[in-house]
């Protein structure tokens, strides 16, 4: 049997194509969505990367516009002092009454008696506590922060709480 011509082979071919595609078709439109978003995120990302390139490129054609001092004026050295040689370094200049240890807790005041160890005490530390006073243990605490350090962040927490305490217990925050 002869052949038939080439272009009616192809256009067989194609119908044949097609057919296939055409039968495909419900499983591909499934799969649709997710391709189709796909391709918009590997065209956003290309379009990203192009820009990155540029400013990158931007950024090396302005440095070479505008070179940057090696170093700034603001900068200092030792070798740059000129009597860098006649004065000793900081630590060579520690005296032996510098070493000696001093005990804070003689220069310390002594804390309220519901926190013995009140001035060592962080904010975070104190706020952490607060929820275990009563009124009293609160006023006793604010009184000490304003007779010694009277801190501003320490007196409002103290006030802050000390009237949320009241509040609860049904007490007026102005009574005092």
């Known amino acids: 049997m002869k052949s038939l011509p080439l272009?009616?082979?192809?256009?067989?071919?194609?119908?044949?194509?097609?057919?296939?595609?055409?039968?495909?078709?419900?499983?591909?439109?499934?799969?649709?969505?997710?391709?189709?978003?796909?391709?918009?995120?590997?065209?956003?990302?290309?379009?990203?990367?192009?820009?990155?390139?540029?400013?990158?490129?931007?950024?090396?054609?302005?440095?070479?516009?505008?070179?940057?001092?090696?170093?700034?004026e603001w900068a200092t050295f030792d070798e740059d002092l000129d009597d860098a040689d006649d004065q000793p370094a900081a630590f060579d200049q520690v005296t032996e009454e510098d070493l000696t240890e001093e005990d804070p807790a003689e220069d310390a005041v002594p804390g309220p008696a519901s926190v013995p160890n009140y001035g060592e005490l962080s904010l975070a530390q104190l706020r952490a506590r607060l929820r275990g006073f009563d009124v009293e243990a609160l006023e006793e605490l604010l009184?000490?922060?304003?007779?010694?350090?009277?801190?501003?962040?320490?007196?409002?927490?103290?006030?802050?709480?000390?009237?949320?305490?009241?509040?609860?217990?049904?007490?007026?925050?102005?009574?005092?």
């Open 7 to 72: 272009p009616l082979r192809v256009a067989a071919g194609l119908a044949a194509t097609a057919l296939e595609h055409a039968r495909d078709l419900p499983t591909r439109i499934a799969g649709l969505p997710v391709t189709v978003a796909s391709q918009a995120l590997q065209v956003s990302m290309r379009v990203q990367q192009h820009v990155t390139e540029l400013a990158i490129k931007g950024d090396e054609a302005i440095a070479a516009l505008r070179p940057v001092e090696d170093e700034p």
């Open 143 to 176: 009184a000490h922060e304003r007779a010694t350090e009277n801190r501003p962040s320490f007196v409002g927490m103290l006030t802050r709480r000390l009237a949320t305490v009241r509040d609860s217990a049904g007490q007026d925050p102005s009574a005092t």
